[in-house]
């Protein structure tokens, strides 16, 4: 896949490896109360976007969950990137672990950019640079929604649960039990229509 843009995923305790990446674009997602990280001021010239939410899939009292008006934001940004290509544009997504909130937030990005890609190619692309993932599926449903994917993205989302479920068994008893169980099961009925 030849994306427009080159693309970073990573957590907070990466940033500072990036800083001379030469990058173009940056989707900042944070806690509600997570302070601005200083390494940005170190960063060069680029644009960036900064979202707070929760890594939740789900609303629940005493966090705030990814809405439909952050889809909204972070596919206006892309959009930016594509109408204004630059050239070596370089697109770097984090939030705290570089796991969860950016992967399905890249991924998202990529189908924006690519409409024509298979849900499985966009989410082996955000592997290829981070092969740890588990996207949260909150905003994969949303993002799915707003790109008029008709569930490509989700069902390939279910699909990386299974990957990862996989190569860590322990995630079942992690997290199946869990806030982020949903996720599990979707990953689990993968494994058992295969």
Not at 60 to 89: H, I, Y
Request: hydrophobic share 45%.
């Amino acid at each position: 896949m030849q994306l427009p843009f080159r693309i970073t995923v990573c957590g907070l305790d990466e940033l500072a490896v990036h800083r001379n990446a030469r990058v173009s674009h940056v989707l900042s997602i944070l806690d509600p109360e997570w302070p601005v990280p200083e390494v940005f001021g170190r960063f060069g010239e680029h644009r960036k976007l900064e979202l707070r939410f929760h890594d939740v899939i789900d609303e629940a009292p005493g966090s705030v969950a990814p809405g439909p008006a952050d889809v909204q934001q972070l596919l206006q940004f892309g959009g930016d990137l594509d109408r204004e290509p630059v050239t070596g544009a370089h697109l770097l997504v984090h939030c705290h672990a570089g796991v969860s909130r950016s992967s399905a937030s890249m991924a998202l990005l990529i189908a924006q950019a690519m409409p024509d890609r298979s849900g499985d190619a966009i989410f082996a692309e955000v592997l290829r640079v981070r092969p740890q993932i588990w996207p949260n599926l909150r905003i994969v449903e949303m993002g799915d929604r707003a790109l008029g994917r008709n569930g490509d993205l989700i069902a390939a989302a279910h699909r990386v649960y299974r990957l990862q479920i996989g190569k860590r068994p322990d995630f079942i008893d992690d997290y199946g039990s869990g806030p982020r169980g949903r996720e599990v099961a979707a990953g689990l009925a993968v494994l058992d229509a295969a």
